[in-house]
Structure formats: structure tokens, C-alpha cells
């Protein structure tokens, strides 16, 4: 499919959630669907979750398949933000869940009833889970430890790509992520985190009231 025509489609799929897309969003989901590795870091806010929120659709779309029939595995470090993923996309009507939700059967994740499943390191590399069971034929023992999600690529098709996204990211952190998960041909989409209301300045120090009375009267003023 050419470009501007993949680009539609794109668009056009992802409105179907209700998911307007901004450019670099775009950018990430154009590279990762022509089997790129890629790597996103864009502030917070502004809107990573949509990149692989609207996934599944796009996928569905491009090979040809039933709705709500791909799923998107989310493998996230911190249980608050899968809990909070799970609810905002079912609010949008995207069938969501966590590993470890107890209003969730194991047999509806087996079954393939959600389009997003967000997973802990933990569960994935918990020795006799499902999850490793679904992936796994005879590697051994995982390591639970979430610089070992090489682990995990290594025993899925080859041609499955990544998408790894972050708010940060240094170039060292950069490297260890593309060398730690085997990524090749990587694709990387990033903005700036510098936030023009945030600065450092430096003051002369002359006494309490003078150098927090300014301060509380902005506080007192923007309260009112």
C-alpha cells in the first residue's frame, strides 16, 4: 500500500476508537506497522498510549481480519498505570484487561476476548504461568527482571517487531534498550521533554519574607 494511501487508512482506523493522531504518533505507528523496530520517546501527556491503543485495529484492518480479532501485548513495569490503561480504553470501547485482574477469567485472555492485555515483567517470566506457557515451548527458566524481555523476543517469530516507549530517554538508556531486546533497524521518534514553564534560577538569599512573600501572594492571587 503507498504511503499517503497507508497514511488514510491509518487515520481512518484509528478514529474508529475515536483516536485523532498527532504527528509523531503517526510517525511511530507508520514505521512499526512496515516491521520496524522502534523506540517512541515523547513526553508525558502527550499521548503514547494512543500509539498502541489504536493497534489492534490497524492490524486488523491491514491483514484482512474480523474486527477486534489482533491483540496488543502491553508489557508495563508498574501495576497503577496498567489499571488506569484498562479503564480509559474500555471507556473508549477497546476491550482492555490486566494480568491480574480478578473480574477477568484466565480462559477470556486464552480465549482472546481482549484487544489490549497489559502484563507485569513478574507474571510474564513467573515460572508456570499461563503467559510463558503461550510463548514458550522448552526455553527454561525466565528471569523476572525487566531488562530481560530479550528473553521473550527471542523465542517469538523473527519477524515480530517492537515498540518500546518512554517519556526519557538518554542515548546510553537508548542503547541498552535496542542491545538488551535485540532490536535491529531501529526507528527512533522523539521529542524534547523541556517544558518552557519549568526553569532553575538562582537568587540572592536577603531573608524569609523577602524571598517567599512573592512566591505566596502568586499562590494567594491564582487560589482566588
Known amino acids: 500500500m503507498a504511503g499517503v ?6 487515520t481512518g482506523t484509528a478514529s474508529k476508537p475515536g483516536i485523532t493522531l498527532k504527528e509523531m504518533q503517526m ?7 512496515r516491521h520496524r523496530d522502534t523506540i517512541v520517546a515523547l513526553p ?24 477486534v480479532t489482533s491483540i496488543a501485548s502491553v508489557v508495563c513495569p508498574l501495576k497503577t498505570p496498567m489499571v488506569d490503561q484498562t479503564f480509559r480504553f474500555r471507556e473508549m470501547g477497546i ?3 490486566y494480568v491480574g485482574d480478578t473480574s477477568c477469567s484466565r480462559d477470556k485472555f486464552i480465549e482472546g476476548e481482549f484487544q489490549l492485555v497489559f502484563i507485569s515483567p513478574e507474571s510474564l517470566y513467573s515460572r508456570g504461568s499461563t503467559w510463558t506457557t503461550f510463548i514458550k515451548s522448552d526455553l ?3 528471569c523476572p527482571d525487566f ?9 517469538l517469530p523473527k ?21 538488551t531486546i535485540g532490536m535491529n533497524n531501529v526507528a527512533i521518534i522523539e521529542l524534547s521533554p523541556e517544558k518552557k514553564n519549568l526553569f532553575f534560577s538562582v537568587e540572592e538569599y536577603k531573608s524569609i519574607a523577602t524571598t517567599f512573600r512573592p512566591l505566596m501572594e502568586d499562590l494567594k ?4
Not at 159 to 179: G, R, Y
Not at 221 to 224: A, H, L, M, R
Open 27 to 33: 510517525q511511530a505507528i507508520m514505521h512499526f506497522i
Open 44 to 67: 508525558t501527556g502527550y499521548g503514547k498510549s494512543m500509539i498502541y491503543g489504536c493497534l489492534p485495529f490497524l492490524f486488523d484492518s491491514l491483514r484482512g481480519l474480523p474486527s
Open 140 to 142: 527454561g527458566d525466565y
Open 147 to 155: 531488562s530481560k524481555l530479550g528473553k521473550v523476543r527471542s523465542i
Open 5 to 10: 494511501a497507508l497514511e488514510e487508512m491509518v
Open 95 to 97: 476491550s482492555s484487561a
Open 159 to 179: 519477524d515480530t517487531k517492537v515498540l518500546a516507549l518512554t517519556a526519557t530517554a538518554t542515548e546510553p538508556l537508548k542503547q541498552h534498550v535496542i542491545h
Open 221 to 224: 492571587t491564582k487560589s482566588n
